[in-house]
DNA sequence: ACATTTTTTGCAACTTTATTGCATCTTATT
DNA sequence: AATAAGATGCAATAAAGTTGCAAAAAATGT
């Protein structure tokens, strides 16, 4: 098990207090966050525009994906690597809660194949599911 | 075939003049628009606030419905209705093309069934793919 | 350990996207 | 033509995101 410094290394991210701590409130946190989650959560503690720019920093390096979605402030979410770093599987599914309206991936779950009309070129797919997920659901 | 203004009149929405002009703009267009899109359309005809008003009915009436996106700014595309006027199908895909990066509905295509871990209950489901686009794909 | 280089941070200002209140005007109805 | 319900434009405000720049902190070389 890495810890979050090394998870950062691995990344070519430098070694930051707000680094460490964004990173380990996405890792101790199932659902997808925004940004004003964040700014919430870190209070006076770090500069908005900094989270801005941590959370830019994740998408770039691979931390992080956004999640398409139709609320108006972006959804990232950790991406999982299994075994290279440096790649990502984008074709997972997500799900929004229409209760509680988290969103959270479903990393076990494959999208389909399917094949598109003559000239579509596929390069990613993302498939948002809306619905009463399980802690709803009781 | 039916005209805009008896289109409007079956979702229960008055015949104005932006109404007609904005549901045209949509027919003759078929790729996914956003607000910013439109205020540039109608320049100084309409106000923005009225084009906001206008898109946000035509999503209550089932006019119109939000394509989940990680741009910032909202896509709107119309929906089709097959029979019912009441009822949309949510359960077909979007491609956006990363080349020109228009938006569009893919009626044709089916989301495949999936099954969810014990306890989600799937409402509905948007799949976007990302890729390029006929047009582009010369 | 210290100086240097590179990157990150915080602050201020700004842009873009979207919403609300209210008076006025328009549509549909009688 | 009068009325009631709903839509529009304007001003103000809120929410989401970006940019420039000087100061601070990380990494690098000696």
């Known amino acids: 098990m890495l810890t979050i410094e090394q998870i950062l290394k691995q990344h070519n991210l430098r070694v ?6 964004v990173l380990s409130y996405f890792q101790s946190n199932k659902n997808a ?13 770090f500069d908005r525009v900094t989270i801005y720019r941590t959370l830019t920093s994740f998408l ?3 931390l992080l994906h956004k999640i398409p979605d139709d609320s108006g402030a972006t959804k990232y979410a950790l ?8 790649t990502h599987d984008d074709h997972h599914v997500h799900f929004k809660c229409k209760k509680c309206d988290k969103i959270e991936c479903l990393y076990n ?17 993302n498939l948002l599911i809306e619905g009463i997920c399980a802690a709803c659901n009781n």
């Open 16 to 21: 930051t207090q707000i680094r460490l701590e």
């Open 33 to 45: 966050l925004t940004h004003a989650v964040l700014e919430t959560h870190f209070a006076k503690k």
């Open 79 to 86: 991406c999982h690597h299994e075994g290279n770093v440096h």
């Open 109 to 125: 779950l494959e999208i389909p194949k399917l094949h598109l009309p003559k000239k579509y070129k596929m390069e990613n797919a």
């Open 60 to 62: 770039e390096n691979g």
